[in-house]
Protein backbone atom coordinates (compact mmCIF):
# COMPACT_ATOMS: atom_id res chain seq x y z
CA UNK A 1 0.00 0.00 0.00
CA UNK A 2 1.09 3.25 -0.56
CA UNK A 3 0.82 6.78 1.19
CA UNK A 4 -2.12 8.93 0.22
CA UNK A 5 -1.32 12.56 -0.50
CA UNK A 6 -3.74 13.95 2.05
CA UNK A 7 -2.38 11.35 4.86
CA UNK A 8 -3.88 7.89 5.83
CA UNK A 9 -3.18 5.00 3.55
CA UNK A 10 -4.37 4.35 0.22
CA UNK A 11 -3.97 1.56 -2.87
CA UNK A 12 -0.80 2.21 -4.85
CA UNK A 13 -0.09 5.96 -5.99
CA UNK A 14 -0.02 6.17 -9.67
CA UNK A 15 3.06 5.26 -11.16
CA UNK A 16 4.39 6.86 -14.64
CA UNK A 17 4.84 4.74 -17.45
CA UNK A 18 8.13 3.10 -17.43
CA UNK A 19 8.68 4.57 -14.38
CA UNK A 20 9.69 3.40 -10.81
CA UNK A 21 8.91 6.79 -9.49
CA UNK A 22 5.06 7.88 -8.31
CA UNK A 23 3.24 10.33 -10.56
CA UNK A 24 4.11 13.99 -9.05
CA UNK A 25 0.69 15.78 -7.82
CA UNK A 26 0.59 19.03 -8.32
CA UNK A 27 -1.01 21.56 -5.71
CA UNK A 28 -3.81 22.35 -8.04
CA UNK A 29 -4.61 18.38 -8.07
CA UNK A 30 -4.27 18.11 -3.90
CA UNK A 31 -6.91 21.46 -3.69
CA UNK A 32 -8.76 19.67 -5.45
CA UNK A 33 -8.87 16.38 -3.60
CA UNK A 34 -8.43 18.29 -0.72
CA UNK A 35 -12.20 19.34 -1.02
CA UNK A 36 -11.23 22.58 0.90
CA UNK A 37 -13.78 25.15 -0.31
CA UNK A 38 -12.85 28.15 2.19
CA UNK A 39 -9.92 30.22 2.27
CA UNK A 40 -8.91 29.01 5.85
CA UNK A 41 -9.08 25.51 4.95
CA UNK A 42 -7.30 25.91 1.69
CA UNK A 43 -4.29 27.41 3.63
CA UNK A 44 -4.09 24.35 5.59
CA UNK A 45 -4.27 22.34 2.37
CA UNK A 46 -1.27 24.38 1.05
CA UNK A 47 0.91 23.82 4.20
CA UNK A 48 -0.11 20.25 4.32
CA UNK A 49 1.25 20.21 0.91
CA UNK A 50 3.97 22.23 1.21
CA UNK A 51 4.96 19.87 4.01
CA UNK A 52 4.01 16.63 2.68
CA UNK A 53 5.47 17.33 -0.75
CA UNK A 54 7.86 20.12 -0.53
CA UNK A 55 9.38 18.65 2.48
CA UNK A 56 8.50 22.33 4.59
CA UNK A 57 7.75 21.57 7.85
CA UNK A 58 6.49 25.26 8.49
CA UNK A 59 5.39 27.98 5.94
CA UNK A 60 4.96 32.05 5.98
CA UNK A 61 1.92 33.62 4.85
CA UNK A 62 3.90 35.53 1.99
CA UNK A 63 4.42 31.36 0.57
CA UNK A 64 0.90 30.46 1.33
CA UNK A 65 0.16 33.38 -1.10
CA UNK A 66 2.51 32.47 -3.66
CA UNK A 67 0.99 28.89 -4.00
CA UNK A 68 -2.23 30.10 -4.29
CA UNK A 69 -1.12 31.97 -7.06
CA UNK A 70 0.61 28.93 -8.64
CA UNK A 71 -2.00 27.03 -8.13
CA UNK A 72 -4.35 29.76 -10.24
CA UNK A 73 -6.62 30.02 -7.02
CA UNK A 74 -8.35 33.25 -6.21
CA UNK A 75 -6.20 34.81 -3.62
CA UNK A 76 -7.95 35.51 0.04
CA UNK A 77 -9.48 39.17 -0.15
CA UNK A 78 -8.34 39.10 3.97
CA UNK A 79 -5.64 36.92 4.64
CA UNK A 80 -4.88 37.97 8.44
CA UNK A 81 -8.25 37.27 8.72
CA UNK A 82 -7.96 33.65 6.97
CA UNK A 83 -5.17 32.95 8.74
CA UNK A 84 -6.59 33.85 12.12
CA UNK A 85 -9.97 31.69 11.31
CA UNK A 86 -7.54 28.83 10.23
CA UNK A 87 -5.57 28.80 13.87
CA UNK A 88 -8.71 29.63 15.81
CA UNK A 89 -9.92 26.54 14.67
CA UNK A 90 -6.74 24.69 15.98
CA UNK A 91 -6.19 23.84 11.75
CA UNK A 92 -2.58 25.72 11.93
CA UNK A 93 -0.23 27.60 14.70
CA UNK A 94 2.15 30.24 14.86
CA UNK A 95 5.54 28.49 15.47
CA UNK A 96 7.08 30.19 18.68
CA UNK A 97 10.56 29.43 17.38
CA UNK A 98 10.52 30.65 14.02
CA UNK A 99 8.91 33.72 13.94
CA UNK A 100 6.24 34.55 11.26
CA UNK A 101 6.07 30.44 10.42
CA UNK A 102 3.09 28.39 10.93
CA UNK A 103 2.71 24.56 10.22
CA UNK A 104 -0.31 22.14 10.31
CA UNK A 105 -1.86 20.95 13.46
CA UNK A 106 -3.10 17.22 13.79
CA UNK A 107 -6.46 18.48 14.23
CA UNK A 108 -5.78 20.16 10.52
CA UNK A 109 -4.26 16.99 8.91
CA UNK A 110 -7.01 15.47 10.30
CA UNK A 111 -9.80 17.62 8.71
CA UNK A 112 -7.90 17.51 5.32
CA UNK A 113 -8.29 13.89 5.56
CA UNK A 114 -11.72 14.00 6.01
CA UNK A 115 -11.79 16.17 3.17
CA UNK A 116 -13.17 18.53 5.63
CA UNK A 117 -16.71 17.11 5.48
CA UNK A 118 -17.54 17.57 2.26
CA UNK A 119 -20.26 15.35 1.12
CA UNK A 120 -19.05 13.05 -1.55
Known sequence: MG??????????EPKLSGSAEPAK?????????SKATTKP???????????VHEGKDTF??????VRFQAARERLPANMPRDFSTAISKGMIAQ???????YYVTKKG???????????N
Open 95 to 101: DHAKSGQ
Open 3 to 12: SNPLGGQTIQ
Open 60 to 65: SRDEIK
Open 25 to 33: VSLREFLDD
Open 109 to 119: VQALERRFGAQ
Open 41 to 51: DQIVTIGHYMA
